[in-house]
Nanobody, 121 residues
């Protein structure tokens, strides 16, 4: 199977920066889109940013100009650089990826376990 493991979350003051990473491992033939979502207590999980294998990116309006998503295809890793953080960015951040495990297989969607990002005011 495939595992997604996030790292890099933590506590930061408002206006600060943080970078979270997500490594995909396991039975991987190719990865299509990778992305970051976030979810707080009582809220729906929402898309923060996504990136295709070709590098096309998409951002939530609330993070445009502050967050940057990137990926290293050779390392099956996606990053989210978060700058000018605000208290309202506090959430659990989840990695997501569409992975194909064999040449003839179809893509399946996977989630990481989440990493907590807390921004203090």
């Amino acid at each position: 199977q495939v595992q997604l493991v996030e790292s890099g979350g933590g506590l930061v003051q408002a206006g600060g920066s943080l970078r979270v990473s997500c490594v995909a491992s396991g039975r991987i033939f190719s990865i299509n889109a990778m992305g970051w979502y976030r979810q707080g207590p009582g809220k729906q999980r929402e898309l923060v940013a996504a990136i295709t294998s070709g590098g096309t990116t998409n951002y939530a309006d609330s993070v445009k100009g502050r967050f940057t998503i990137s990926r290293d295809n050779a390392k099956n890793t996606v990053y989210l650089q978060m700058n000018s953080l605000k208290p309202e960015d506090t959430d659990v951040y989840y990695c997501n990826a569409d992975v194909r495990s064999s040449y003839y297989g179809s893509f399946a969607n996977y989630w990481g376990q989440g990493t907590q990002v807390t921004v203090s005011s």
